[in-house]
């Protein structure tokens, strides 16, 4: 018999997520981040996370300002439109975060060697360039099967928890995301542990005739969580797009001061009433 994953987002994160863990965060860029678990995991004051994202932004630097992070592993950090991420180019000039220098190619393929159960996947792509210089695990060897052929051997990415945030799950774990899934599915089967985080909770039977159906399927889920606008400031399609006066709202404010108004917050619909409320929610509506 199916059981109900539902858990409140307090739960899963003080369940399922540890002090040093390497978490993999779901979207991309301004797309489909897990915000709500990033304040979260904040107020946990969870320490010593390795942030893997294939692109970051608000999310990793936020986790950064607070405390969370020891190591990131992106091929890009930053704001986009809206200029530098400060808090990760201060702990990145500073040393006081290790990075992991990625290109899409080194995580999707790391990702794959992971659930492949092989300790590397080859790769062609970055023989020439410096990468191999600042990672001491990429390494080139000949094709041991006698081509002659030289690849880069990528290492594999073992996720300790992955957190996606999707417009639509089932209160089994099956989950549904409308638009480009990016690395999401990938994350999803590698993680020892997988949290999606859903704008609606529907029927199996819905999922089943949404276009893309479920490509985080049940198997690979360990909590579902539902929080509306769980993404802002970031977007969700196809409910509501990015808030850039909220993100330019992050960047100006000194992180001791966001963080009271916008993280201890009691609820989350405290946190959406301190962004702008309604007419926040009217503003980003797609």
């Not at 993999?24 to 893997?52: H, M, P, V, Y």
Request: aromatic share 8%; glycine share 8%; hydrophobic share 40%.
């Amino acid at each position: 018999m199916k059981k109900s994953k539902v858990l409140s987002l307090e739960e899963a994160i003080s369940t399922y997520i540890q002090d040093g863990d390497l978490v993999g965060i779901g979207g991309l860029s301004f797309w489909r981040k897990a915000t709500s678990a990033c304040r979260e995991l904040i107020r946990q004051n969870k320490k010593d996370l390795s942030i893997c994202t294939f692109v970051g932004g608000l999310e990793v630097d936020m986790l950064i300002a607070g405390g969370c992070v020891s190591e990131v592993r992106s091929c890009f950090v930053g704001m986009e439109i809206f200029g530098m991420a400060p808090h990760y180019r201060k702990a990145v000039e500073s040393g006081s975060i290790r990075i992991s220098e990625e290109s899409e190619a080194t995580i999707a393929l790391g990702l794959r060697a992971s659930y492949l159960k092989v300790p590397f996947m080859p790769l062609k792509g970055i023989i020439g360039t410096d990468l191999a210089k600042v990672r001491s695990d990429i390494k080139q060897i000949e094709d041991p099967l006698g081509s002659g052929t030289q690849v880069m051997a990528v290492p594999k990415i073992d996720l300790d928890v992955a957190i996606l945030h999707v417009p639509y799950a089932d209160e089994y774990g099956n989950g549904n995301i409308a638009g480009a899934v990016w690395m999401d599915a990938d994350m999803a089967k590698t993680a020892k542990k997988t949290i999606i985080i859903c704008e609606k909770l529907v029927e199996t039977e819905d999922i089943r005739y949404l276009p893309g159906k479920a490509q985080l399927p049940m198997q690979t889920t360990t909590a579902v969580v539902k929080m509306p606008f769980g993404a802002h400031p970031t977007s969700c399609y196809p409910i509501y797009t990015f808030d850039p006066n909220h993100i330019q709202t992050y960047l100006k404010t000194d992180f001791n001061d966001y963080r009271k108004k916008y993280i201890e917050t009691k609820s989350h619909a405290d946190y959406l009433e301190n962004a702008g409320g309604a007419k926040t929610i009217l503003d980003i509506l797609l």
